[in-house]
């Protein structure tokens, strides 16, 4: 099982229809009938009361409905916060610099611009040039 499954159970259950949930997430129905069978097979439960073409969630249901919600929302906030991190939206921006150049290359105001418009933490460091060559650990490297 995996979110999308979860994604799929979720829509079911919201629209108490297989078909309007296929329709909706634009797959086919029985892929989603495949899907919710499958969930049902591996934890050993039934999720839906299928009665003609009326649904409804079982106890078993309405318990994965609330867990689910809960860990789709956890993945789609992971996405997120991940996207933003490779967008430098986000993080800790460490730069190192060579004493010579630092200080023209790199105005404080310049991280003052960046840090203000982002959710980003930023730290600088000056070193002796040898020192420098050997243990700069920028994450991202930034050429002139």
Not at 9 to 18: D, K, N, T, Y
Not at 29 to 39: A, D, F, H, L, V
Request: hydrophobic letters at 35%.
């Amino acid at each position: 099982m995996d979110i999308r499954h979860l994604q799929y159970f979720l829509e079911v259950a919201r629209l108490g229809s297989f078909t309007r949930a296929a329709e909706t997430l634009y797959i086919t129905q029985p892929t989603i009938s495949k899907t919710i069978r499958n969930m049902e097979d591996e934890w050993g439960v039934t999720l839906f009361h299928r009665q003609g073409k009326s649904i409804e969630l079982t106890d078993a249901g309405r318990i994965m409905y609330q867990q689910a919600q809960h860990m789709v929302e956890a993945f789609e906030r992971v996405s997120a916060e991940l996207e933003d991190l490779m967008n430098l939206k986000r993080g800790h921006l460490r730069i190192g610099l060579p004493p010579m150049i630092g200080s023209s290359f790199f105005r404080r105001s310049s991280a003052s611009s960046i840090t203000n418009t982002r959710r980003l933490r930023f730290s600088c460091s000056r070193t002796e040039r040898k020192k420098w060559r050997r243990t700069w650990k920028a994450d991202r490297p930034i050429s002139a």
